[in-house]
């Protein structure tokens, strides 16, 4: 994963982001080392088709439930806390769900 320096960057569940970036690397048929934390999704060659197939991959992954039409860019309005504009944003989105869900 590149992108986010450990010393600066923001803090992450390292299990959290490094299996977001895993299931998006195999959408993407990528390797997970090449993914650059700022990039967009489209910027990996996931189309609207393979970013819904990706979260609903992360919803599996994490037993979440990521808020309707978050694969749109910048979010969902009825729920701007899903940022799916860059592979940073969607870690940090699917970490906020994740942590607010029921124990």
Do not use: C, H, W
Not at 9 to 14: I, L, N, R
Not at 30 to 46: I, V, Y
């Amino acid at each position: 994963m590149r992108g986010i320096d450990p010393a600066s960057g923001p803090a992450t569940d390292e299990g959290v982001a490094r299996r977001v970036v895993e299931i998006l690397a195999r959408q993407a048929l990528l390797d997970p080392a090449d993914l650059d934390l700022a990039a967009s999704p489209e910027a990996l060659g996931l189309d609207s088709l393979a970013l819904v197939e990706a979260v609903f991959a992360i919803e599996e992954a994490f037993d979440i439930s990521v808020p309707f039409n978050a694969a749109e860019p910048g979010g969902n309005a009825g729920d701007p806390g899903f940022d799916a504009s860059t592979i940073a944003s969607i870690i940090a989105a699917v970490e906020d769900l994740v942590a607010r869900k029921p124990a």
